[in-house]
T-cell receptor, first 114, second 112 residues
Framework: GAGVSQTPSNKVTEKGKYVELRCDPI?????LYWYRQSLGQGPEFLIY????????DSGLPNDRFFAVRPEGSVSTLKIQRTERGDSAMYLC????????????FGEGSRLTVL | KQEVTQIPAALSVPEGENLVLNCSFT??????LQWFRQDPGKGLTSLLL?????REQTSGRLNASLDKSSGRSTLYIAASQPGDSATYLC???????????FGGGTRVLVKP
């Protein structure tokens, strides 16, 4: 596609529920990143993929968070047993290869856990 | 661990004044530095990318400098306009790693 696409743009859920956030990167971009941003702060790294594999998942806060990219294109961030503290903007970004070129971000998925 | 700092956190200027935004980082072993713009509730838009071997990049009214040895970058926006009001974020990629580390951003308001 022309840009990075994220769905849903907004998600409101109840504490304890399961949530999936989807990211469709720019066509041909092999590197895909997930970031989380709380209000008034800079984005914090969660995980990145080079192709299908998670090259660095050191930013995932705990084992309730998981991400996949089975075919090296679309990625899904999965959050189990959501907590109120998970409320944030979840941003996805892609670039042509790791460490090459600009990073392009999607519009984000705003998650609110009630 | 790389830390990126942006001071001030917020800035208000009258229209027409030049903007100077600062970014500092603790580990000078970077691969590149990127400046982004973020409008409220939106994603990030890339403004400029500076490779570690470069000292500056320019695009229209925007100019970004990089002094790797001192761990600093500055974004200049000439002749500011109300449409420049947004949060500006800098981010660095370490030479030994592949993820971007972001500063907290500077929230800019340009008053007409």
């Amino acid at each position: 596609g022309a840009g990075v696409s994220q769905t849903p743009s907004n998600k409101v859920t109840e504490k304890g529920k399961y949530v999936e956030l989807r990211c469709d990167p720019i066509s041909g971009h092999t590197a895909l990143y997930w970031y989380r941003q709380s209000l008034g702060q800079g984005p914090e790294f969660l995980i990145y993929f080079q192709g299908t594999g998670a090259a660095d998942d050191s930013g995932l806060p705990n084992d309730r968070f998981f991400a996949v990219r089975p075919e090296g294109s679309v990625s899904t961030l999965k959050i189990q047993r959501t907590e109120r503290g998970d409320s944030a903007m979840y941003l996805c970004a892609s670039r042509i290869r790791v460490n090459t070129g600009e990073l392009f971000f999607g519009e984000g998925s705003r998650l609110t856990v009630l | 661990k790389q830390e990126v700092t942006q001071i001030p956190a917020a800035l208000s200027v009258p229209e027409g004044e030049n903007l100077v935004l600062n970014c500092s980082f603790t580990d000078s072993a970077i691969y590149n530095l990127q400046w982004f713009r973020q409008d409220p509730g939106k994603g990030l838009t890339s403004l400029l990318l500076i490779q570690s071997s470069q000292r500056e990049q320019t695009s229209g009214r925007l100019n970004a400098s990089l002094d790797k040895s001192s761990g600093r970058s500055t974004l200049y926006i000439a002749a500011s306009q109300p449409g420049d009001s947004a949060t500006y974020l800098c981010a660095v990629t370490r030479a030994a790693g592949n993820k971007l580390t972001f500063g907290g951003g500077t929230r800019v308001l340009v008053k007409p």
